[in-house]
């Protein structure tokens, strides 16, 4: 084989796409994730692409001089044009949102990567390039995403398509939408994912217990206001001591989603009874913990706060307060997520009767389109129950004059 012969068998292996999970023959998807819920099961795979790594090689290419000779030219874009451009957007808009946000976008992108590189390698699309990829890439990739993916998710993943494409100067996803309205994938309403009752019992009864008796208390007292409050994950988690007031039951939402945008970090919501005992210990634990450690706990800003090995106090990150959870499912037997706890609050509260407008009121929503279309909404048993009561009442008769 030549040394051009070579080069050319080189280059197809740098190309090869990873293995696509869809077509692998792997039918059973992993525990707890479903298509069916608006997320991709294999988002967290990084094989399926290189967006992870910041230093996307720099190649050379091959060009011809003045004189007609091939010299080498660099590729400012490197092997991976989608990726430098896709960190670059991850960079411009990290400061628009939150942490958790932040990653998500991240899965997204390196997800979206890994199918076009799937797409390039079986011949579906021309390029991975986003200032090159052409509208019939896109009407590919749309088919790929309508055809493994629920709506939602496809949905996603055209909006972020469509975020790096721009960001190279390329409008072919703008153009698509405008000429393909039709045919493009349409959010339908989801189920509403919550904790099912004897599953939010057990949680709740304290029945359980974690190795370290602070992580313990903190484990309990942070379901028992997740699931009596509604707090989104990372407003719970980034909680200040004096936000909690156990005399009104009432907890400040200091860090809210959107702070500084759409929400001014004032607002309170009430913490429902059943709550009580488990904060109260709670702050028992809390107050002893850290005078052992030679700490106020007055002086404390956290309201759950992590202990460093250098003997600071600060809020527990994102990936620790996961791991809890971890600790929790494995003593429990019960795998949830902490962003479950919001939806199982809602639609408790709306299963008793609360009205739509109280229970989003409490939730801090704006208006009860986006409480009934992800929080709570009247069950489908319920709402026939209530029609078949009206159908069998009797109907009082009115005399004719």
Not at 29 to 34: D, I, M, T, V, Y
Not at 181 to 197: D, E
Not at 312 to 339: C, H, N, P, S
């Amino acid at each position: 084989m030549t040394g051009n012969g070579k080069k050319r068998v080189n280059q197809t292996k740098r190309l090869t796409p990873p293995v696509n999970h869809m077509d692998s023959g792997a039918k059973i998807l992993p525990e707890g994730r479903q298509f069916a819920s608006g997320v991709d099961p294999y988002e967290g795979d990084k094989s399926a692409s290189l967006l992870h790594r910041e230093d996307s090689s720099v190649v050379k290419k091959r060009s011809k001089d003045s004189k007609g000779r091939f010299v080498r030219s660099r590729n400012k874009m490197g092997k991976y044009p989608f990726t430098v451009t896709a960190n670059q957007v991850l960079k411009d808009t990290a400061p628009w949102y939150s942490e958790s946000t932040r990653e998500e976008r991240t899965r997204k992108m390196r997800r979206i990567h890994g199918i076009l590189l799937e797409l390039r390698a079986a011949g579906k699309i021309s390029t991975t390039s986003p200032s090159k990829m052409t509208e019939s890439d896109v009407i590919e990739f749309i088919g790929w995403c309508k055809e493994h993916l629920d709506n939602a998710t496809s949905i996603k993943y055209l909006r972020f398509l469509g975020e790096v494409l721009q960001a190279a100067g390329n409008n072919a996803v703008v153009a698509v939408k405008l000429k393909h309205k039709r045919n493009l994938p349409i959010a339908t309403q989801k189920p509403i994912r919550t904790i099912a009752p004897d599953q939010m019992d057990r949680l709740l009864s304290g029945d359980w217990e974690l190795e370290d008796p602070f992580l313990d208390a903190t484990a309990k007292a942070a379901l028992a206001l997740y699931l009596h409050s509604g707090l989104r994950s990372g407003e719970l988690r980034n909680a200040k001591f004096k936000d909690l007031n156990l005399g009104r039951m009432e907890i400040v939402v200091s860090k809210p989603k959107g702070h500084g945008a759409w929400a001014s970090g004032t607002e309170s919501t009430p913490v429902m009874p059943g709550a009580g005992p488990a904060l109260v210990e709670y702050l028992k634990t809390r107050d002893e913990h850290l005078r052992q450690k030679g700490l106020n706990p007055d002086e404390i800003e956290p309201l759950f706060p992590y202990l460093r090995k250098d003997g600071r106090a600060v809020y527990w990150t994102q990936q620790l307060w996961t791991k809890m959870k971890a600790d929790i499912e494995k003593v429990t037997g019960i795998r949830f997520k902490w962003k479950d706890c919001r939806p199982s609050y809602a639609q408790m509260l709306k299963d008793k009767g609360a009205a739509i407008e109280d229970v989003s009121k409490a939730l801090r929503h704006s208006s009860t389109v986006t409480t009934e279309k992800f929080y709570a909404r009247v069950r489908s048993e319920t709402a026939f129950s209530r029609l078949r009561q009206v159908w069998e009442a009797p109907v009082a008769k009115t005399q004719d004059r």
